[in-house]
């Protein structure tokens, strides 16, 4: 048998892996190879199992004579008759029907119809571009709502219930919350202010700052600074670059001796990594007539040097000895331990410098990262930098602790330094300018 006869066909069943032969062969067909293969499928997926068989047609069959019709003659050539073909019509209609079921039985997808505002296209590419438009404006204004109504200051009388409190407290909350103290704080100082009314009774006179420095006396604490004759002080000035220490040094300075002819002053400056920054105390130094000394020097030698330039100049009968020290970072633990090392003096007090204008968690960080420097108070610089100051009751917990000394408020050396009272702060929330 050649095996160019053999051929291989398909399908689902191995009956209908017969029929196909039989139709392709048209004729008996004889199976010689059965197996079972997987055909079809998306990338390797979703392959379906059919019978594969290997055919070849088969030996036409010699029909036997009776034996009153055989020749016995050798020469007589015998007459081959093929059997009859298989019937090709029915193959066919057997497997237009075999089909046909299997398609009935697979499960059909459902088709759900579409939305007519889906199905409706619009009548041009305008048309089109104008809805998608109109949608961006509504969801643009819709954010634009929710964003004014997140940024939009919180009203103490909506939020806190203060709308039975009198006019000039429920004003005063509302400029609170414009110096963005936090709520807690805002409903605490106007409920305080109303309970302060309440037992004072209707008769009693009274006036909205005095009330509202009642309530600053209780949260922040304000200290002064003390001179004594004959006694040596010296200042540190400590914080992050940038705070303003030594121009906060030249203004104390300038105001005392402005104050006090006969006060003798002199500057010590460890400042030497900061490019300028000697220069610049030497220049004060220079117009104010105060003598500048420079410590240029690593550890531990500056520390002992710092010790003796402060002895020396307390034995020389100077009364203020002011040290302007580099910034140092808060978060690094390093250069704090550094700064608390070169400035362990006895006679040495350390005031924190804290810019008004910075960010209250920066500043709240500062606060507690310089505490070790164990400072006996705090110096606000830049005030003029900005017009919200809330920061100065949200952290009054801190300001109990390290108490606000002096504040500077501008660039004139001369004028633009306060040693403030209650007064001074309650100002800074009552100015109608502020609330711009």
């Given amino acids: 048998m050649n095996e160019s006869n ?50 070849t047609p088969e030996k036409p069959v010699e029909p036997t004579k009776p034996e009153s019709s055989r020749v016995k003659s050798e020469k007589e050539k015998p007459v081959i008759v093929c059997q009859a073909p298989p019937d090709l019509e029915n193959i066919k209609k057997i497997l237009k029907l075999v089909d046909k079921g299997r398609k009935n039985s697979e499960p059909k997808p459902e088709i759900k119809e579409k939305p007519d505002a889906l199905l409706k296209e619009p009548h041009s590419k305008s048309e089109a571009l104008e809805g998608i438009g109109d949608q961006v404006s509504s969801i643009k204004k819709k954010l634009d709502d929710l964003q004014n109504s997140v940024l939009a200051p919180e009203n103490p009388e909506s939020r806190f219930g203060l709308d039975t409190l009198p006019l000039e407290v429920r004003q005063l909350g509302e400029k609170l919350t414009l110096h963005r103290v936090k709520p807690e704080k805002v409903q605490k100082i106007c409920a305080n202010i109303a309970e302060t009314l309440k037992k004072r009774g209707n008769s009693f006179s009274w006036s909205l700052s005095e009330l509202f420095k009642e309530e600053l006396q209780n949260l922040v604490s304000i200290k002064n600074f003390e001179l004594y004759q004959g006694q040596c002080q010296v200042i540190s000035l400590i914080g992050p670059t940038g705070t303003g220490k030594t121009s906060t040094i030249a203004k104390m300075a300038a105001k005392w001796k402005l104050s006090h002819e006969n006060l003798k002053i002199v500057f010590i400056t460890l400042d030497t990594y900061r490019i300028g920054a000697t220069e610049q105390l030497l220049k004060h130094g220079e117009i104010l007539g105060i003598p500048v000394e420079v410590i240029d020097c690593d550890l531990p030698e500056r520390e002992k040097m710092t010790k003796e330039k402060v002895r020396k100049y307390c034995q020389d009968g100077y009364n203020l000895i002011f040290i302007d020290t580099p910034g140092r970072s808060p978060n690094d633990p390093h250069e704090i331990t550094s700064m608390c090392e070169e400035l362990a003096i006895p006679e040495l007090s350390n005031f924190l410098v804290l810019t008004a204008g910075s960010k209250e968690a920066d500043q709240e960080n500062i606060l507690k990262k310089f505490s070790r420097a164990n400072p006996k108070g705090c110096i606000i610089t830049k005030l003029d930098e900005t017009k919200k100051f809330g920061f100065l009751i949200n952290l009054s917990e801190a300001f109990r602790t390290i108490p606000i000394y002096c504040l500077t408020n501008g660039q004139e050396i001369h004028k633009d330094l306060v040693f403030p009272s209650h007064n001074n702060l309650t100002g800074l929330f009552l100015s109608e300018k502020d609330d711009e």
Avoid: D, M
Wanted: charged content about 30%; aromatic content about 14%; hydrophobic content about 40%.
């Fill in 6 to 55: 053999h051929q291989t066909f398909s399908a689902p069943t191995y009956s209908e892996a017969q029929l196909k032969a039989s139709l392709a062969f048209n004729c008996r067909i004889k199976v010689i190879g059965r197996r079972e293969v997987k055909k079809g499928g998306f990338f390797g997926f979703f392959r379906r199992r059919e019978i594969e068989i290997t055919v």
